[in-house]
């Protein structure tokens, strides 16, 4: 350094040129240097197919509902990523020794203290980058991020899909389905996504925030539930896409995935350098920097999300620890930190090996199960030869008859474009999910083709429709290794649902809550009700952008007084509302209405348990519409409004429950019906819409009249 601070020649040239350098641009900054590489072909493809591969994905993760066939291929690409991410921030691991960096991967035993400090670690880290910034800006340096106001533009537009999904990654938490032992940790995740959603006030809503940035500018965007989204030009960084996957991705297995979604949320709520250069570089092309500072305020370290998220952290580690000991509590530890580099690690795409990625899309999924496939079908068709031929269906643009020609299908090539038209021919095959592909119920017991295949030729059958994926994912065995985890849960909560419940009696007359006797009523009735009658709008804020309504604003302030929050505050609640000692959800009156009515008897565990002691296909039945939240809407907020009344009616009872507990829940029902009178209030007399929602009322004012004495 000393040498180059010498007086020479080659400083006195180097400061000619930058003189020149300067005068010729009239002060202007520089653009920041970028290098760029070129990617070999081959590499260059497959990230073409994996943005499209995440693009689709990303669509139909918007509209789950209508996509359940995928939620297979969601849970095996999560944990693909989660491999990813532990073996490239391994790999970083080594390099951050001789840096100022700390992996969380370096701290094998948890303890809360150690936590805070790795906290206040990274953003010392962050800082010390700022400063290096700053002080280079000082120095006359050109801006980092952006050199015009037009590269901040098409910058914006690039990271869309990502900031269309703020809060994405908490969007299925702290539904019914959670053990009620996780519900205080859960529910202090799902603050994190209230706030992240505005608190139910659309000019907070992150999404809504970052949409109307894009207006002012005039850049706006198709929504990103539609199929015109994924086509918008300016939008094509895999890595933004494949971070926003990575959101929508973790969220559906909130049981399943608990300490992972904990360790995402970590490190996502953590200030970023980016974060930083934007809000200031912004400002300096004329741009509102404003969706930028805000996440600079509320996910700060002292009572923000970042403080939040290390919170939770800590207090699901000690709830495992005093639960379930010191083995399971360092398993947990390793599934927070998987979270916590999956979310660290979700933009950088790494393409795998190109010969085994080639091999892997010449072979399918599973290689061995396409021979068996091939197998099977060709001694069938050469079997009933010529039975086919008369028969309508087609595939692919050729008839059932051609494809099970046996000359035919003794060629490879000709087995591999029938299995891969099979593959794609809904609703015979649905990938991943042999139990809904029409194929397999064809081949059992009822179905048109019983007994033409053994049960071992119809397990092949399931096998291979259950290993179809759209991408071979690559392996979960680095995140198995490393957490030591083997069972990964199922997919259970999102199998289909059965049709909903029976339409109301047409000539039966209105019915009302107000007109019970609510001292009859009967609490081992309506405690199945009561339990699950939470679970009716939690789904319609699982994903952001369906929020960014008035309407869905509604709808978050009525859960945040289901679930026990203060009202909506002037500002952000943060560490203050986690640390209240007074919170009074739902399941705590339902458990204390269970209690006083039998004294010292069992209380649920869970929804499940509680629909083993009190057993109610109704109750079922709402679980079930309840994931198909766009479809069944207003008959949802219906029942909404019925069990709502059913709230004001039992918070005048001083049998069921006590002084506190009737105040919390006169102010809950009181929260509710300001909230669905805003979500049903502009319904126009005789539309569909509030047929809906009068059948949904009706229903549950019925079925909840069947929990009073007669």
């Known amino acids: 350094m000393e040498g180059l601070l010498r007086p020479g020649l080659g400083l006195l040239i180097l400061a000619m040129l930058s003189a020149i350098l300067l005068r010729s641009r009239k002060s ?18 497959r990230d073409k197919k994996s943005l499209q591969h995440y693009k689709e994905l990303y669509v139909k993760l918007h509209n789950l509902e209508c996509h359940r066939e995928i939620v297979p291929e969601a849970r095996a690409l999560l944990l693909s990523l989660l491999s990813e991410a532990l073996q490239s921030e391994s790999g970083a691991q080594s390099q951050s020794q001789s840096q100022s960096t700390t992996s969380i991967l370096s701290l094998e035993k948890f303890s809360a203290s150690n936590l805070d400090s790795f906290v206040y670690s990274e953003l010392e880290h962050v800082t010390r980058e700022w ?11 050109p801006r980092e991020l952006f050199y015009d106001a037009a590269a901040a533009r098409r910058w914006l537009v690039q990271r869309t899909p990502l900031k269309f999904v703020d809060g994405a990654w ?20 799902w603050q994190v996504l209230s706030e992240e959603l505005g608190d139910g006030d659309l000019a907070k809503c992150h999404a809504h925030v970052y949409a109307q940035l894009l207006d002012k500018l005039d850049l706006p965007t198709p929504s990103p539930d539609s199929d015109a989204f994924i086509h918008h030009p300016g939008m094509d960084d895999v ?3 494949r971070a926003a996957l990575g959101q929508l991705l973790i969220s559906l297995f909130p049981n399943d995935f608990l300490p992972e979604i904990l360790g995402f949320n970590l490190n996502f709520e953590m200030l970023t350098i980016e974060t930083l250069l934007a809000a200031k570089e912004l400002r300096e092309v004329g741009i509102d920097p404003y969706y930028f500072s805000l996440h600079i305020t509320i996910d700060n370290a002292d009572s923000g999300h970042t403080a939040m998220a290390s919170r939770t952290v800590a207090e699901y580690m000690a709830l495992v620890t005093a639960t379930q000991g010191d083995a399971a509590a360092h398993q947990a530890w390793k599934r927070v930190q998987a979270g916590f580099v999956l979310s660290k690690n979700i933009h950088h795409h790494r393409p795998p090996d190109a010969a085994a990625a080639a091999a892997a899309a010449c072979a399918g999924p599973n290689p061995g199960l396409n021979a068996k496939m091939a197998d099977i079908f060709l001694s069938k068709a050469i079997a009933s030869r010529g039975v086919h031929e008369h028969c309508p269906m087609t595939m692919g643009g050729r008839a059932l008859s051609t494809w099970l020609e046996p000359s035919m299908l003794r060629q ?6 029938f299995l891969q038209t099979l593959a794609n021919a809904k609703p015979w095959v649905y990938k991943g999910d042999s139990g809904r592909s029409r194929l397999v119920q064809q081949l059992c017991w009822g179905g048109s083709m019983f007994g033409a295949f053994t049960d071992r030729e119809v397990a092949v059958v399931r096998d291979w429709i259950d290993s179809q994926t759209s991408v071979v994912p690559a392996s979960s065995e680095i995140y198995a290794a490393f957490t030591g985890r083997r069972e990964m849960g199922d997919s259970s909560s999102f199998t289909a649902a059965p049709d909903l419940l029976p339409p109301p009696l047409a000539a039966q007359p209105p019915l009302s809550i107000q007109d019970m006797d609510v001292s009859k009523l009967q609490v081992h009735k309506v405690s199945p009700l009561w339990f699950v009658h939470s679970c009716l709008l939690e789904s319609l804020v699982s994903v952001p952008w369906k929020v960014a309504t008035p309407s869905g604003c509604a709808i978050v302030r009525l859960l945040r007084a289901q679930y026990g929050f203060l009202p909506e505050p002037a500002g952000v609640d943060g560490l203050d509302e986690m640390s209240r000692d007074d919170q009074v959800d739902l399941v705590d009156i339902g458990m204390e209405m269970v209690s006083r009515g039998a004294p010292g008897g069992p209380l649920p565990e869970g929804i499940e348990h509680a629909l083993e002691m009190w057993p109610s296909p109704f109750a079922e039945k709402m679980l079930s519409a309840s994931t198909r939240p766009m479809e069944l809407r207003w008959m949802l907020l219906g029942l909404t409004q019925a069990f709502a009344e059913l709230h004001d009616a039992v918070s005048s009872s001083c049998v069921l429950l006590s002084e506190a507990s009737r105040a919390a829940l006169g102010l809950i029902s009181k929260r509710e019906r300001e909230s669905l009178e805003m979500c049903v209030g502009g319904l126009v007399e005789g539309s569909a819409d509030l047929s809906r929602y009068r059948m949904g009322y009706q229903m549950g004012v019925r079925e909840i009249g069947h929990c009073f004495e007669p």
């Open 28 to 45: 202007k900054p520089l653009p920041p240097v970028v290098r760029e590489t070129t990617k070999p072909r081959s590499v260059r493809l």
């Open 131 to 141: 400063h290096q910034y700053v002080a280079r800006r000082k120095q006359g340096q």
């Open 170 to 189: 908490l969007g299925h938490m702290h539904k019914i389905t959670t053990p009620f032992l996780y519900r205080r940790i859960t529910k202090s995740a």
């Open 239 to 241: 890595g933004v896409w």
């Open 412 to 417: 490879r090539g000709w087995q591999a474009d």
